[in-house]
């Protein structure tokens, strides 16, 4: 029977990450480790993958945001064994007006959306560089590709995440390890459930899911998902200021 990988989810309650661990789950012998801030949800999800096929799954309560929290929590996951694959998911989806206007608000989004996955990122790549092999996912966003006055501190944050990522991937270069950065567009998740009612067309959580799963495995450096994004994000990007600047956006 072969060993089972070890696979690591920072944001295990978030509905992408759930929907990566249970195609993980079905695929090959996994064991899990939940990276949550609530423990009530995630035990919900581990009898899942439990269910699904998951050699062993535990449940890790940790904080999310300081230096110090962040190593311990990288520190006990890592503990059973060095992970083979981690998935950074955690994040929010702030109010922009909010941010503008309260600096709490704005703190609060660049550190959850931008500082933490980064630190997560860096403390799990450092164990991976130091053994030569591991993958390390990590979600961004559309949102990073150029900044909108419509989310503009979160685009901030997964601009950020965006930098960061590529840093770690030109370390990696010539390595074993592979560096993933996921940058999903708008999808149908509990955190985006106010942008459904507003008639905002959105992916099928369960197909970003697969998108990332499959960029996993392949290792590709960077996963828009659904494909479509890239091609539209390259557009966004390259617009001239002029027009930018009379799109609503």
């Not at 981690?86 to 959306?113: F, I, K, T």
């Amino acid at each position: 029977m072969p060993t089972a990988r070890r696979i690591v989810i920072v944001g295990a309650t978030s509905s992408i990450a759930e929907h990566c661990a249970r195609l993980w789950a079905a695929e090959a012998p996994s064991s899990f480790v939940l990276v949550v801030r609530d423990a009530g949800r995630a035990e919900h999800i581990a009898a899942d993958l439990r269910v699904r096929g998951a050699t062993r799954v535990d449940v890790l309560v940790a904080g999310f945001v300081g230096a110090e929290a962040i190593a311990d929590a990288v520190r006990r996951a890592s503990e059973p064994g060095p992970p083979d694959l981690v998935l950074v998911a955690h994040g929010s989806l702030p109010e922009q007006a909010r941010c503008q206007d309260e600096p709490a608000a704005c703190e609060a989004a660049l550190v959850v959306n931008g500082v933490s996955p980064a630190m997560f990122a860096e403390a799990f790549a450092a164990g991976m560089f130091a053994r030569g092999a591991g993958t390390l996912v990590v979600l961004g966003s559309v949102a990073g590709d150029r900044g909108r006055r419509s989310n503009y501190a979160y685009g901030a944050a997964k601009g950020l995440v965006t930098r960061y990522m590529q840093g770690l991937q030109h370390r990696a270069a010539g390595t074993a390890v592979r560096i993933v950065l996921v940058k999903p567009g708008p999808t149908d998740t509990p955190m985006t459930a106010h942008l459904r009612g507003a008639g905002a067309a959105l992916a099928p959580v369960e197909d970003v899911a697969r998108d990332i799963v499959d960029g996993a495995a392949r290792g590709r450096p960077v996963v828009y998902a659904p494909g479509k994004w890239a091609l539209i994000m390259m557009v966004v990007r390259h617009l001239p200021r002029v027009v930018f600047d009379r799109m609503n956006l």
